[in-house]
């Protein structure tokens, strides 16, 4: 039964909850960039601002939830964008997602909404990306995200 309280606090968190942004100011950016090989993921590294801030401190003390992924500026508007976002030493993937440049296609999305799940307090925050170019293209964002 106490599992099955822990579960629905669980899913009232996800529901109702203040999000919280990271990067936190204005003047600080969020840049994943690709490898500079066409359809290879970049390797893995931590999500962290222009200030050198990770988005693991975030959750340096309570488990967590990402939420959503706005992108907000892109290098090339003719590719395709691919990354992942993931935890811990093992890269446990939480977030895949997809999305292209305006030429791409006809509305591009720029708002991606996740249901991922949890994880857990302490682990580091890492990310991967790909494109269909053979240039190391970036793309600029900002994580919505929530603890419990």
Known sequence: MIDEIGKLHHVHDSLCHVSNVFPVD???????????????????????????????T???TAEGHISSVLIETISEANTIY???????AAKT????????GVTKFQAP????????????????MYYRMKTAS?????????????TH
């Not at 999305?109 to 580091?124: D, E, I």
């Not at 053979?134 to 929530?146: E, K, L, N, P």
């Open 82 to 88: 691919l990354f992942e976002v993931s935890w811990g």
């Open 134 to 146: 053979a240039v190391a293209d970036t793309c600029t964002v900002h994580f919505r995200y929530h």
């Open 93 to 100: 993937v939480i977030i895949r997602s997809r999305f292209a």
């Open 26 to 56: 204005t003047n600080l950016t969020c840049t994943l960039t690709a490898l500079n090989t066409a359809n290879t993921f970049s390797n893995w590294a931590e999500i962290a601002d222009s200030g050198a801030t990770k988005l693991s």
């Open 58 to 60: 975030a959750f340096a």
């Open 109 to 124: 999305t720029t708002l991606t909404a996740f249901r991922a799940p949890p994880f857990p307090a302490g682990q580091l």
